[in-house]
Structure formats: C-alpha cells, structure tokens
C-alpha cells in the first residue's frame, strides 16, 4: 500500500498550497496588490503535477481496480473523477481573473472569491479520498491489485512520475516557495532554481561513530552512540526533544567536548581535532534556530561559510548559492537579522553549502517555518541529495525527515534504540506511536 503513502503525502502538500492561497486572498482583501508571478507559479505547479501526474495515476489504476472490487465505489468516484476533468479548465479560469484583476484594483475581490472557491473544492477533494475511498481501498483491494498500483507510483523510471519528473515538481514548487509574501513564503522577486543533479551510488563509508560519550557536567547527554553514514547517503535522526539529537550534532562538529568513543571521518581519526580543523576536513553545519550573524550583511554571512575556502572559488560559490536562493541575492546587502524566519533558514543553508561539505549536518531546519516554507526545506535537501551531498539530517517533522532519508536512527535518552531505512521506521509500529502520531 506505498501508493496510499505517496497519495496521502502528495495531500498534505497540495492542502499548504491551498491554505496559503486563502492566506494570500486574506492579504489582497486588505489592500495588498495581487502579484501575478506567485499566483501563475501555483496555477503552473497544479497544472503540471497535480492534473498530468496525479490525477492520472489514480485514475489509471487505484480508481480503476476499486470500481472493478467494490460496488460501493462507483458513486463517489465519479464525482472526484468529473472533479479531476474540471481542473485544467477551472485553472484558466483564474488565470484570466487573476489577468483582469491586474488590470483594474475592483476586480480584485472577484478573483480572491474565485480563489477562496477553488481551494475550498481542492480540500473537499483530499476529504473525500482521505476519509472514504483510501479506507475502502484497504478493505476492498486483493495483494495483487496493490502490486500493480505500487509498482506504478514506485517507477522511478516512469516519465510521468519518475525521477526526472519528481525534479521538474521540486523546481515548479521551488517558484511557488520563492515568489510567495513573505507572510507565508520568502517574498522574492525572481525564483531562481534548485541546480539538480545525478549522483552515482555509492556505499563507502564516510562517516564512522563509535560508543560517542558526551556529558554537560554531571549529566550524561549520549551514552554510547555508534552509527554510520555512507557518502551520497542521507540519514535522519530522530527521537523526542532531550534524546541528544542536537548534542550528537554539537560533538560531531566539535563544539560540544566529546567524554569517550571514536569519530573517523573520510578515512581519518577526528576525534581530538578542534572544531575547526573538522570544519576544513568538509565537515558544515547549519545550527538549530539558524544563528545567522545579525548586524553582519547576508553577504557576509555567506562569505564568513567560506572562510576555510581558497578564495579564487568563492565569487562562483555565492552564485549558485543566489540562484538557489534569490531573495538573499535581493538583499544581499541587509543585516541578516532584518530577514524573516523563512528567509534566515535559507541563510543558515547557504552559509553551510559555501563551506563545500563533505558532510552537511542539518539541525531542525524547518522549525518555526509557515507550512509552505517547510516543503521547501525538504525540497531543497531532496535537491542536495540528487546532487550526491552527504547529509545527516535532525529534525522535529520524524515523518518528512524519514519519507526522504536512506536510513534512520532512533534516539532516546541519548542512546540508538533503533536503525533502518527510512520507509522501514516509517513501517515500525513503535515508532508510528512514538513519533509520527499514527
């Protein structure tokens, strides 16, 4: 039943869209103009992933099959099936208001109604196939009806869904995230684009913790932590707040002592080496709660991540770092301490990647986000991941953090109490109770 995951997944993003047009309406309502690049990114996005891939899948094969095993599906199908065929014309319908709005202040409150129609639609249709057809799709399906329907929405090779359309999705969101008021995105000017790539497998080991020991005086923080993490790979820690997922970090980079054990990294005994000197040997961090450098320009607090760097590489550097992430390009001049939540978390980000790590340690970063920001933290590091980065992952959303990571560690009390895939801790009863409220 992966494809009841992936569907329910695809939900939970498609309803922050459509809370945060209703926020965006909000906000139009009350005087702000309607910005036609935010608007036409979310029209884009909708119209390429969710009425060409989305839809279709299920149509395709779980709508089919279920009609064919249940004579209680029929009614409800067809009404989200007649819904499916009235997307793409109801999104040109609002692209020509949202085009008359533009032209005249007046038809403003014509377009946001529109809008506040279509979002309304949108959530009665992730409703219905939440609560009725997914329940009735666990009863009524055989193993071999799930087969299929999994083996179409796992086809990494499929041109509609596979890995090559999953990245035009990260790019088509990555707009929506980066053209959004700063209310409820990073408020930029121009979208920029997440540089994607093709990474080659690899399972050498790059880094090895052993029996990590770490105290805050007399408190015993982590009580023995061994773990691995292979390059190219991303691996997720999660546990409840106080299990040491922010003091394994600490002690991996260096800035919290470490009482006992062993760290090697690429090959190389860490474990006496100064903070520093593992920050020079790849090894970058971005902090939980940013901790970006207030009075100092966003540029500067790009530049200061690479400090270790030869400087002739620094200049290309920030590029590709602003062509990620636009809004600092646009401000890059600012104190980072005038920047929003949003837009510091991109910072801190960036500030780490200028480093050029080996291995990027990433500490809580959609903590404190608005629902539209948090997908875009995940899409970028699905982005870094494409790229072949090595990525250890801390963070509060276990189920976001686990979907997207090759492997898991459970932590309690400063101890491992668990390791897998991701999709296999996903899949473990004691963690669906622990962590992800299931």
């Given amino acids: ?24 309406a909000d906000e139009i309502d009350a005087g702000a103009p309607p910005e036609p690049a935010f608007f036409n990114a979310v029209f884009d996005y909708i119209e390429q992933f969710v009425d060409r891939s989305h839809h279709p899948k299920e149509d395709d094969f779980l709508f089919r099959l279920l009609r064919l095993r249940s004579d209680k599906a029929a009614t409800v199908l067809d009404a989200l099936q007649q819904e499916h065929r009235n997307g793409p014309g109801q999104l040109q319908a609002l692209r020509v208001q949202l085009l008359q709005a533009g032209y005249s202040p007046r038809v403003a409150p014509v377009f946001t109604a529109a809008v506040r129609l279509y979002t309304q639609g949108l959530k009665s249709h992730i409703r219905v196939e939440e609560k009725d057809i997914m329940p009735l799709a666990r009863q009524a399906l055989s193993a071999p009806d799930w087969a299929e329907i999994d083996r179409a929405f796992l086809d990494n090779n499929d041109p509609l869904f596979g890995a090559s359309a999953k990245a035009e999705f990260r790019e088509l969101f990555h707009r929506i995230a980066s053209l959004a008021p700063e209310s409820i995105g990073l408020g930029g000017h121009s979208a920029g684009q997440l540089l994607a790539g ?42 409840a707040n106080g299990a040491g997922k922010t003091t394994f970090l600490r002690t991996l980079s260096g800035v919290q002592p470490m009482s006992a054990g062993r760290i090697e990294f690429d090959g190389e005994d860490i474990s006496k080496l100064r903070s520093d000197l593992r920050m020079r040997r790849g090894i970058c961090q971005s902090p939980e709660g940013r901790q970006v450098f207030g009075p100092l320009s966003i540029e500067d607090n790009l530049r200061l ?5 030869p400087k002739h590489q620094v200049e290309g550097d920030l590029d590709k770092v602003f062509a990620m992430f636009p809004i600092l390009k646009e401000k890059r001049q600012l104190p980072a301490g005038t920047l929003s939540g949003g837009q510091q978390q991109m910072l801190a980000i960036g500030r780490a990647l200028m480093g050029r790590p080996k291995l990027l340690l990433l500490d809580e970063p959609s903590m404190g986000l608005a629902p539209l920001l948090v997908q875009e933290v995940f899409n970028v590091v699905k982005t870094l991941k494409a790229q072949g980065m090595t990525i250890l992952l801390v963070e509060q959303n276990a189920f976001a953090a686990l979907a997207i990571a090759d492997r898991g560690y459970v932590l309690e009390t400063g101890k491992v109490t668990l390791t897998g895939t991701g999709q296999e801790l996903i899949s473990n009863e004691q963690v669906r109770a622990a962590y992800l409220g299931m």
Avoid: F
């Avoid at 329910?8 to 209703?22: G, V």
């Fill in 1 to 24: 039943m992966q494809a009841l995951r992936i569907i329910s997944e695809e939900h939970a993003n498609l309803w922050r869209i459509a809370t945060s047009l209703d926020q965006v």
């Fill in 305 to 309: 991540g690479a400090y270790t760097q």
């Fill in 198 to 239: 093709a990474a080659p497998a690899n399972t050498e080991v790059l880094l090895r913790v052993e029996n990590m020991q770490s105290c805050y005086g007399r408190i015993q923080a982590l009580k023995g932590i061994s773990l691995e993490v292979r390059r190219g790979e991303t691996v997720a820690l999660v546990g």
